[in-house]
């Protein structure tokens, strides 16, 4: 019904940048919060940042003055732009939608994950 596809990921030297992109397909009335979220290996996915229908954001301290979520409602995609890159962001970004569709309603989807590797 709904697919999330994340590309943009890949190797960035530290202090580099790298822009993510999720593009929201499917059958979608409309999207309401987006957002992306990080998980390192044995450890819990943890929001990275969040952006509403509205624009209103919100991001996890670490990455703050860092990175920058932001959204395109006509194209269903969701950005986020990653500037002085750490190291220790190097880990699997996930897109994440919460979308009305045309059949089933209120759902939250998830994309597959896109590799974000920050060499120090």
């Known amino acids: 019904q709904v697919q999330l596809v994340e590309s943009g990921g890949g190797l960035v030297q530290t202090g580099g940048s790298l822009r993510l992109s999720c593009a929201a397909s499917?059958?979608?009335?409309?999207?309401?919060?987006m957002g992306w979220y990080r998980q390192a290996p044995g450890k819990q996915r943890e929001l990275v940042a969040t952006?509403?229908?509205?624009?209103?954001?919100n991001y996890a301290d670490s990455v703050k003055g860092r990175f920058t979520i932001s959204r395109d409602n006509d194209k269903k995609m969701v950005y986020l732009q990653m500037n002085s890159a750490k190291p220790e962001d190097t880990t699997v970004y996930y897109c994440?939608?919460?979308?009305?569709?045309?059949?089933?309603?209120?759902?939250?989807?998830w994309g597959q994950g896109t590799q974000v590797t920050v060499s120090s």
């Open positions: 994440n939608a919460e979308v009305i569709t045309y059949n089933t309603g209120r759902i939250t989807s």
């Open positions: 499917g059958s979608i009335f409309s999207i309401n919060d």
């Open positions: 952006i509403s229908r509205g624009g209103r954001t």
